[in-house]
């Protein structure tokens, strides 16, 4: 038996005025998931479970058949996994998103999806700057970076520190930042960097040039989802099966490496509407020669939501459709070997909220 798991990240949603009522997906043309409803069971999964945030670190872990309650130790740990990152006992990793503020305003999350190559040009900028006192700044995907905190140096317990109140940015676009500024253990310093980022991005010759072509110069970093050293038993371990995991999104892929799985890397995926769509679907297929169990990710259904864009998240939805989904099956039916696959997301992300929800 092969097993495949598609997840459109933040794929479900809640209905929409502007869609008679309906959801993204109840709009939206998908007949290869219609079939996969018709001739397979459908049914509800809330992967959030009570008293937890729904971001994708949790609802990966669940669908990855990891209890969060268990197993949760913060976001940011599974995005160093993805880069190799070993965590030491007195270190707490934050995720540090490059975000445009405006008149004290979160007007966008991503910096317009700034491009790697210009956003790795900015952290090294900061990191040179700010990267000293027990704290440094690590480039990532566009605007996903990371910072890792010497718990020691900076007169805080990591268990406290990892506790701190963070806002994740996507979840307070075109709101005043002030009252989701990080408060709680190490927050003063963490509030500091913040302020002092903004210095050092100002005139920087990147902005310069983002402004001259119309796009969203880097304001600040965004301190939030940080934690502590995760660790899991391994996924052939716990199911007897070997896995594998296809993913543009550190978090995922992180997810992935830590429980064991082989991630595999495919030509162009960017985690956005440009991705290499098929090319996922082909090399997931290939992934099954010598794999029990393969995870493909998708993460443009979850960008739509938070640009609380309809249109584009119904395209996405199709786009999945048509060219991961139909492809897996074309091949899968010709193989002629029993399958299972499954369709899911990790959280519903709302269009008209621009954030994830937990339902």
């Not at 140096?153 to 506790?163: D, G, I, P, R």
């Not at 249109?311 to 193989?335: F, N, P, Y």
Request: hydrophobic letters at 40%; glycine letters at 10%; one cysteine or more.
């Amino acid at each position: 038996m092969k097993y495949i798991v598609v997840l459109p990240d933040g794929v479900a949603d809640v209905p929409n005025p502007a869609l008679g009522g309906k959801t993204p997906l109840e709009v939206a043309k998908h007949p290869n998931i219609d079939w996969i409803a018709r001739e397979g069971l459908t049914g509800w999964a809330r992967t959030i479970p009570a008293g937890f945030p729904p971001g994708s670190d949790v609802g990966c872990m669940s669908v990855f058949g990891y209890d969060p309650r268990k197993y949760h130790t913060g976001r940011a740990p599974l995005e160093a996994a993805a880069q190799g990152m070993m965590l030491g006992d007195d270190q707490v990793v934050f995720r540090c998103n490059t975000v445009t503020l405006q008149d004290n305003l979160m007007t966008d999350y991503s910096a317009g999806h700034i491009e790697s190559a210009q956003s790795h040009e900015l952290i090294k900028a900061i990191d040179a700057k700010l990267g000293k006192n027990g704290v440094r700044f690590y480039p990532g995907v566009s605007y996903r970076h990371l910072a890792i905190v010497e718990c020691g140096m900076w007169n805080v317990e990591c268990e406290e520190l990892a506790k701190t109140t963070c806002t994740p940015p996507h979840d307070i676009t075109g709101k005043p930042v002030a009252p989701y500024l990080p408060t709680g253990p190490g927050s003063e310093l963490l509030r500091k960097l913040m302020c002092e980022s903004a210095g050092v991005l100002k005139d920087h010759p990147v902005n310069a040039r983002r402004i001259q072509q119309g796009k969203p110069p880097v304001t600040s970093v965004w301190f939030w989802g940080q934690g502590t050293a995760a660790k899991f038993p391994p996924f052939r371990q716990q199911y007897g099966l070997r896995g594998a995991c296809i993913s543009a999104v550190d978090i995922v892929r992180g997810l992935g490496r830590l429980v064991g799985f082989d991630i595999i890397q495919v030509p162009g995926i960017t985690g956005y509407f440009d991705t290499n769509y098929k090319g996922k679907a082909d090399y997931a297929l290939k992934a099954l020669d010598d794999h029990d169990f393969v995870l493909v990710h998708i993460e443009a259904t979850d960008e739509a939501g938070h640009m609380g864009d309809l249109k584009l998240k119904i395209q996405a939805i199709e786009d999945t459709d048509r060219l991961v989904v139909g492809t897996l099956l074309e091949s899968l039916k010709q193989r002629g070997e029993p399958f299972a696959i499954l369709i899911v997301p990790d959280h519903p992300t709302s269009v008209l909220l621009k954030t994830h929800i937990a339902d």
